[in-house]
């Protein structure tokens, strides 16, 4: 794994390189609050973003709150949530999330991680995602690209998401806490790419253990 000052570095040359938050985001990320962010966020699992989005829409067309969720029959659920697929399971948890929330939380969705992920249906992706994106808070929430890029270059080493969410939060310096998921996020989208990363025209490859072992 990368040291100290070449963790700050990979960094730095990001920041330079990748955009940083940019607004139009969909799905999870560009809801109002943090009670939709939640739902959209279990809407996400195995779906495409473009997806999740619109299964996101016709849900909350339904309804926007706990209450008025599980107001709803069921099948109302599934079928505004069938473009993201898993419908079924996913009202499910749907339902269990609303009716834990207003029991334990009075329907308020607590601010912390601990408070998100005592919640059904939200794991450490999904809470990080809210905590980042609603509540303002400086943590690099970890997707697959984010995994992938980090465990690449050398930033972490970790063989689960979560993991490279716990080893990020300790290793990464201060400042780049606030938009390191958006230059990690562009960086796996435009350049280490899943299939064939475009590690000839990579700004970081110097440091990138990837390369250094596969590449070079
Ligand atoms: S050198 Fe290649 S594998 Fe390493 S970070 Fe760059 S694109 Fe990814």
Same mark, same amino acid.
């Given at each position: 794994?990368?040291?100290?000052?070449?963790? &700050?570095?990979?960094?730095?040359?990001? /920041?330079? &390189?990748?955009?940083?938050?940019?607004?139009? +985001?969909?799905?999870?990320?560009?809801?109002?609050?943090? %009670?939709?962010?939640?739902? /959209?966020?279990?809407?996400?699992?195995?779906?495409?973003?473009?997806?999740?989005?619109?299964? /996101?829409? +016709?849900?909350?067309?339904?309804?926007?709150?706990? &209450?008025?969720?599980?107001?709803?029959?069921?099948?109302?659920?599934?079928?505004?949530?069938?473009?993201?697929?898993? @419908?079924?399971?996913?009202?499910?948890?749907?339902?269990?999330?609303?009716?834990?929330?207003?029991?334990?939380?009075?329907?308020?969705?607590?601010?912390?991680?601990?408070?998100?992920? /005592?919640?059904?249906?939200?794991?450490?992706?999904? +809470?990080?995602?809210?905590?980042? %994106?609603? %509540?303002?808070?400086?943590?690099?929430?970890?997707?697959?690209?984010?995994?992938?890029?980090?465990?690449?270059?050398?930033?972490?080493?970790?063989?689960?998401?979560?993991?490279?969410?716990?080893?990020?939060?300790?290793?990464?310096?201060?400042?780049?806490?606030?938009?390191?998921? %958006?230059?990690?996020?562009?960086?796996?989208?435009?350049?280490?790419?899943?299939?064939?990363?475009?590690?000839?025209?990579?700004?970081?490859?110097?440091?990138? &253990? @990837?390369?250094?072992?596969?590449? +070079?």
């Amino acid at each position: 794994m990368l040291a100290g000052a070449e963790i &700050e570095r990979v960094y730095r040359i990001l /920041s330079q &390189e990748m955009p940083g938050r940019t607004p139009g +985001a969909k799905g999870p990320k560009g809801q109002p609050d943090a %009670f939709r962010s939640c739902i /959209s966020c279990m809407l996400s699992a195995q779906s495409l973003d473009r997806n999740t989005a619109k299964a /996101s829409r +016709a849900l909350f067309a339904l309804a926007t709150t706990p &209450e008025a969720m599980l107001e709803l029959d069921d099948r109302d659920i599934a079928a505004a949530i069938k473009p993201c697929g898993l @419908y079924n399971n996913k009202t499910r948890s749907i339902r269990r999330f609303c009716e834990t929330l207003l029991a334990e939380h009075g329907g308020v969705v607590p601010d912390t991680r601990e408070g998100l992920m /005592s919640l059904p249906g939200i794991g450490r992706k999904c +809470a990080d995602i809210v905590l980042s %994106f609603t %509540f303002g808070k400086d943590v690099i929430a970890v997707d697959t690209h984010v995994h992938r890029v980090c465990n690449r270059i050398g930033l972490t080493d970790a063989r689960t998401a979560d993991k490279t969410a716990e080893q990020l939060e300790n290793r990464s310096p201060a400042w780049a806490l606030a938009d390191g998921h %958006f230059w990690l996020i562009q960086f796996g989208k435009r350049i280490c790419t899943s299939r064939s990363p475009k590690c000839e025209a990579c700004p970081v490859s110097d440091w990138c &253990e @990837y390369y250094a072992e596969e590449v +070079a």
